[in-house]
């Protein structure tokens, strides 16, 4: 299959080949998606295929309004306020299934699905040219760091899927939050920008965070992306480690490994520039460049440990440290 490089110019395009059945790679402001209609268990199987994805790991259904996801869900009033304070932006909404709406290659075989609606503009002009719900799932191979580039999309996707449409690098860098509304107490099933606060805040009630107490076992099949398999993980080695230790690690550091840290760790590193990517001053900006780094050390052959720094745990930096852990497999430097 030739993949076709479109850009944001070529909506109707996208959304040709997504009413055809075709699997299209679409940005998003957290990283790039892999969409295909959610109404055709063709094009679903086509995206797992894509993917190399294990069947029972569900997929989001993405809408560019909420009016399209109405057909096949029951919206709690809770779940109305989510969709008010936060959409279009970066949460994903679990939600009980309308009998016979939603098909189970979509669900993973549970009565429940997740919704998201994207803040990118590009991303709904797709989705309205398509005229159904689409999944979106990440547009890389399962179990590899995310794309934020479309060339990150074609290093995986090529000749995989019909189209990839370029908007340039995403915002946010990490998955969005998905928050899971069909149980009593909600639950956050995956952390992103969105946080566990600002979903207090809006619903008045506590949310349960079960991102660090919570694992899947192998015969369950888990309610949202990321909760079972592995993800998020370069074939390099990726080590985390604590800005308190930089001087130590740099003491252990040779010629193939490299660091990932902030600015002003890698000012006490003083490593050549060769040896190092920046993650910026900001919680934002190491979020939004984690994946990207991972990804142009996992692909340079003369690398052979990745060192990323951690961050504070508050805000996005808990969602950036979730991915860091999986990517890692949770080693860490010590001293």
Do not use: C
Request: glycine share 6%; net charge negative.
């Amino acid at each position: 299959m030739e993949t076709e490089l479109l850009t944001t110019q070529d909506v109707q395009r996208a959304g040709a080949l997504l009413k055809a059945g075709e699997v299209v790679a679409f940005p998003t402001e957290t990283v790039y998606g892999l969409g295909a209609d959610a109404t055709n268990d063709a094009a679903v199987k086509k995206v797992f295929l894509a993917k190399n994805r294990p069947a029972d790991n569900p997929l989001i259904m993405t809408v560019a309004d909420v009016e399209q996801l109405t057909p096949f869900v029951t919206i709690s009033e809770a779940a109305r306020q989510l969709m008010t304070a936060f959409w279009p932006g970066s949460l994903t909404i679990i939600m009980p299934i309308k009998p016979d709406q939603v098909s189970m290659l979509v669900t993973g075989g549970l009565q429940t699905v997740a919704f998201r609606l994207p803040a990118n503009e590009t991303a709904r002009a797709v989705i309205r040219a398509a005229g159904v719900p689409i999944v979106g799932p990440s547009a890389n191979t399962s179990g590899k760091p995310s794309p934020t580039t479309a060339q990150h999309v074609w290093h995986d996707m090529q000749g995989r899927i019909a189209a990839i449409v370029d908007d340039g690098p995403t915002e946010v860098g990490v998955e969005s939050t998905v928050i899971d509304m069909s149980t009593d107490t909600p639950t956050i099933l995956r952390p992103g920008a969105v946080t566990q606060q600002q979903l207090e805040a809006v619903l008045q009630q506590p949310v349960f965070d079960a991102t660090s107490t919570t694992s899947v076992a192998s015969h369950v099949t888990p309610k949202a992306p990321g909760m079972k398999y592995r993800h998020y993980a370069p074939d390099k080695t990726v080590v985390m480690f604590d800005r308190l230790d930089a001087l130590a690690l740099r003491s252990t550091l040779t010629a193939q490994d490299v660091v990932m840290a902030q600015d002003d760790t890698l000012a006490i590193l003083q490593l050549p520039m060769t040896q190092t990517w920046s993650l910026g001053e900001t919680l934002e900006s190491a979020t939004e460049q984690l994946f990207a780094g991972l990804r142009f050390y996992d692909e340079t052959p003369e690398v052979a440990t990745i060192y990323v720094e951690k961050m504070p745990p508050i805000g996005i930096g808990k969602a950036y440290n979730n991915r860091l852990a999986k990517a890692a497999g949770n080693q860490e430097f010590t001293i």
